[in-house]
């Protein structure tokens, strides 16, 4: 069809003064059969054109029959002309049809084409003759796809009886190499061309080296699988280890009790967690497998020191003093952040104390309300530091530097309470696309009461601090609703066309 197109073009121009215009030439070949032919013919040079976008006016089913058939309020009022002495309102449905007598009986009244007598409930002819002003502009846009009058197009689409769609048209030129015929050119040079000598008279193709290849379909990383992979590169050249992160599933034991979140505390509930209902409990804790420095560790002593300093006190606390219960601490949930891991890690770490650093990225989750910062699910980027002799404000100091490698160099530290960490902060970065600071994480160094019932000696501090990775990538990317970086609002083409991130550049 392409082929027969370009010739019907060629000579729609030699018959033309002028350009023409291919909706008003060829008004029913599709779009696709046009393009091709003007491609096929602009890439010659025998042809200019160009895109001419537009509103067409396109009649509803309803309208075109009130282009043929008249409008509804011209039906009514030829119905009660017809009456002497008038029509009574319920005859006119049965004669006009239920849907007309109700749009055009109040569409010819306020016209005053007719009369209402109340007292009667008969409708009366009030002229003579009417003009169908409804059907005239929708026989005119028929005809042109468009009104003179823009009012008109849009009380007719508020009437329901129009709709706009997008055309595209192209207005067409001859180009600098216009002939009436059409030459075939060969794309290949073939055996017999060269054998019989045809070759030399044939036209061949020229290769078009500015053309784009066709898109190659390949995977891409998510944003988030960028950001994760910056990071984990600032914690190695930081000398961290990475930590363990494959269980989802802890108990309460690891993920609250020995962090030293009281069993009555508010994160624990069924509004803030997601507990397991298969297998609702799990075992105590003990040493992972045979032959490890896992094996080195007392289990039941600290498993006793935690209920302890829970329900008494130990270690120089008075504890929380409340009765503390097994069943509680042995409860299955999803779990809420990564320290668990890393307190698992600090008291395998307790076997052979030693400066150390620890750094885990994974996924957590909550029983948060869904919002254009917070999901039910995240990802968790923690690190530990255990040493000696470390303070608060070697912490914030650290908290810059690390901070720092990600680009993101406008920080506040806020004072803050967390049953594990004395003292806390809130770490708070400036997102400049909500134009606000949003907390980007959570610090301090862990308590006594959390450390000394793992058997790590008295002088031994511990930083701790995690931040979500959604954040960080919210602010490199520009994203200001979280839901458009993970789950089903995502766009594919997002993150196919975002290119790889450097965190430590602006």
């Known amino acids: 069809m392409a082929d027969d197109l370009t010739t019907e073009v060629l000579d729609a121009l030699a018959q033309s003064n002028g350009p023409i215009l291919t909706a008003e030439a060829f008004p029913s070949v599709p779009f696709t059969t046009i393009k ?89 002819a009030n002229t003579d003759s009417i003009e169908d002003t409804t059907r005239d502009q929708l026989q005119i846009i028929q005809r042109t ?40 050119e060969e794309t290949d040079l073939t055996a017999d061309m060269l054998a019989s000598g045809a070759w030399k008279s044939v036209k061949l193709k020229p290769y078009n080296f500015r053309s784009k290849g066709a898109p190659t379909a390949s995977g891409a990383l998510h944003p988030l699988n960028k950001v994760r992979h910056e990071f984990r590169q600032i914690f190695f050249e930081m000398g961290f280890t990475e930590m363990p992160t494959n269980r989802y599933v802890e108990t309460g034991f690891w993920n609250f009790d020995a962090l030293f979140v009281p069993q009555q505390h508010p994160a624990r509930d069924l509004q803030d967690t997601f507990y397991i209902s298969d297998p609702v409990r799990a ?159 959570n610090s301090g160094m862990f308590r006594p009461e959390m450390l000394e019932p793992m058997g790590l000696p008295k002088d031994m501090r511990v930083y701790g601090w995690g931040l979500s990775l959604e954040r960080p990538t919210m602010i490199k990317y520009g994203v200001n609703n979280i839901r458009e970086l993970l789950g089903h609002k995502v766009d594919l083409n997002f993150v196919e066309s975002n290119a790889a991130v450097r965190l430590e550049k602006e």
């Open 36 to 124: 091709s032919a003007l491609d096929r013919l602009g890439s010659r040079e025998m042809v200019v054109y160009k895109t001419i976008e537009q509103e067409e006016a396109i009649l509803t089913e309803e309208a075109q029959g009130i282009a043929t058939n008249g409008s509804h309020e011209a039906k009514v009022f030829e119905a009660v002309k017809e009456v002497f002495g008038g029509l009574r309102v319920s005859v006119l449905p049965g004669i006009v049809g239920r849907e007309c007598a109700k749009v055009g009986q109040g569409k010819a009244l306020r016209a005053k084409w007719i009369i209402l007598d109340k007292e009667r409930n008969v409708l009366k």
């Open 145 to 184: 796809k468009s009104h003179p009058d823009a009012k008109v197009i849009s009380d007719l689409k508020k009437r329901k009886l129009l709709k706009t769609q997008k055309a595209i048209t192209f207005e067409v030129s001859k180009g600098p190499k216009y002939a009436r015929e059409f030459v075939k």
């Open 283 to 441: 075992d105590k804790p003990r040493p992972d497998s045979e032959g490890t420095s896992d094996n080195k560790l007392d289990y039941k002593r600290y498993w006793n020191n935690v209920r302890e300093v829970h329900e008494s006190g130990k270690f120089g606390s008075i504890g929380y003093r409340y009765p503390w219960k097994e069943e509680e601490s042995l409860r299955l949930v999803l779990r809420t952040h990564t320290t668990a891991v890393s307190t698992y890690m600090l008291h395998k770490l307790a076997a052979n104390p030693r400066p150390a650093r620890y750094f885990s990225i994974d996924r957590v989750f909550r029983n948060e309300t869904v919002d254009a910062t917070h999901l039910a699910e995240f990802h968790q980027v923690e690190g530990v530091i255990a040493d000696f002799g470390l303070t608060l404000g070697g912490l914030i100091g650290f908290m810059e530097v690390f901070f720092a490698k990600m680009g993101i160099h406008k920080l506040r530290f806020k004072p803050a309470y967390n049953p594990y960490t004395e003292p806390s902060m809130e770490i708070f970065g400036f997102h400049e696309g909500l134009n606000k600071w949003v907390e980007i994480g």
